[in-house]
């Protein structure tokens, strides 16, 4: 199993970028999908969720407004559009994969039952 994030950078604030996680060796469409981020001193953090239709998302309440999560299963492939960036937005974004949509949530540094995991991509927001 693969996951591989793409599409971060810098940006200044107010900027936006888009994200991508393309997946392989799994049946993707029997998953549901999150994005989350890790600040240098800080816990590891949800952000997004998706589940494995596209048509039911949750956002953390920091993000909410400004990210949307979307996935295409033709292409295998989940995408975070992050607008009006803010300098706290500065992390290292991951994509992971679960079967169960509320585990993905549920997410913490104690509770997490999944193990599909990609690499990384940076994201940094200037002020």
């Known amino acids: 199993v693969q996951l591989v994030e793409s599409g971060g950078g810098s940006v200044e604030a107010g900027g936006s970028l888009r994200l991508s996680c393309s997946v392989s060796g799994l049946t993707f469409v029997d998953y549901a999908m999150g994005w989350f981020r890790q600040a240098p001193g800080k816990e590891r953090e949800g952000v997004a969720v998706?589940?494995?239709?596209?048509?039911?998302?949750y956002y953390t309440v920091s993000v909410k407004g400004r990210f949307t999560m979307s996935r295409d299963n033709a292409k295998n492939t989940v995408y975070l559009q992050m607008n009006s960036l803010k300098p706290e937005d500065t992390a290292m974004y991951y994509c992971?994969?679960?079967?169960?949509?509320?585990?993905?949530?549920?997410?913490?540094?104690?509770?997490?039952?999944?193990?599909?995991w990609g690499r990384g991509t940076q994201v940094t927001v200037s002020s």
């Open positions: 992971a994969a679960a079967r169960n949509f509320d585990d993905l949530k549920r997410y913490s540094s104690t509770y997490a039952p999944f193990g599909y």
């Open positions: 998706i589940n494995w239709s596209g048509d039911y998302t």
